[in-house]
């Protein structure tokens, strides 16, 4: 079975610039989320999506992020524009359903400037 | 929302076992206890959930005392591939739905020869 696949897996880029970031989660996964996680933090859930619907976005800072999940199954994270504490992690997950245990993908490592 | 407290770090001779606590004092009754590891560079890894019964699968031992306000995970034989970030999580969020998963900062295990 294959993972949850991400990409790309690093991205340097400078302040108020825009990145966007791809999630493909396991086959037949319902629930996809994305993390962000800061150097020495565990993971913070930014978005959960349940098909193509949003059920959690509470972490969300939607001034300057944005995702999508059409179809239900890719996922993209974008960040608009870019700032220096932004610099994290980025880790996508599924689960069959949301009770589920969750997957997660390598994560994409960005760095702002 | 309930909370989980671990420590810091600590070390564990490779082939024993390594025992791993959690407090969860504010848990309610109907949240599950979840633990994941995170190797370095790679994504979280589930290892293993419990109610409240005592589990087992091939990676690990879940115990949970009986007022369920904390619990212990337990690497039987640790090898080098277990230094790893270990995560105990409590899930929280509406029942008939789905849960959110708060990270801590986890517990750092060093496994040495």
């Known amino acids: 079975e294959a993972g949850v696949a991400q990409s790309p897996r690093y991205k340097i880029i400078e302040k108020r610039q825009s990145v966007a970031f791809w999630c493909n989660p396991i086959s037949g996964h319902a629930t996809l989320y994305w993390y962000q996680q800061i150097l020495g933090q565990g993971p913070k859930l930014l978005i959960q999506f349940q098909n193509n619907g949003v059920v959690d976005d509470s972490q969300l800072p939607k001034d300057r992020f944005s995702a999508e999940r059409l179809k239900g199954v890719d996922s993209t994270l974008k960040i608009q524009p870019a700032k220096l504490e932004d610099s994290a992690v980025y880790l996508c997950?599924?689960?069959?359903?949301?009770?589920?245990?969750?997957?997660f993908g390598p994560g994409t490592r960005l760095t702002v400037t | 929302d309930a909370k989980t407290t671990q420590p810091p770090s600590m070390d564990c001779a490779e082939g024993r076992a390594a025992n791993l606590p959690c407090n969860h004092s504010?848990?309610?009754?109907?949240?599950?206890v979840y633990w994941y590891r995170q190797i370095h560079s790679q994504g979280p890894q589930y290892i293993i959930h419990?109610?409240?019964n005592n589990e087992t699968n091939e990676m690990a031992s879940l115990i949970i005392t009986e007022d369920r306000k904390s619990s212990t995970l337990i690497l039987p034989h640790a090898t080098l591939r277990d230094t790893a970030v270990y995560y105990c999580i409590v899930r929280v969020g509406p029942t008939d739905s789905w849960g959110k998963f708060q990270f801590g900062a986890g517990t750092q295990v060093v496994v040495t020869p």
């Open positions: 504010t848990i309610s009754g109907n949240e599950y």
């Open positions: 997950a599924s689960s069959l359903r949301g009770m589920s245990e969750q997957y």
């Open positions: 419990g109610l409240k």
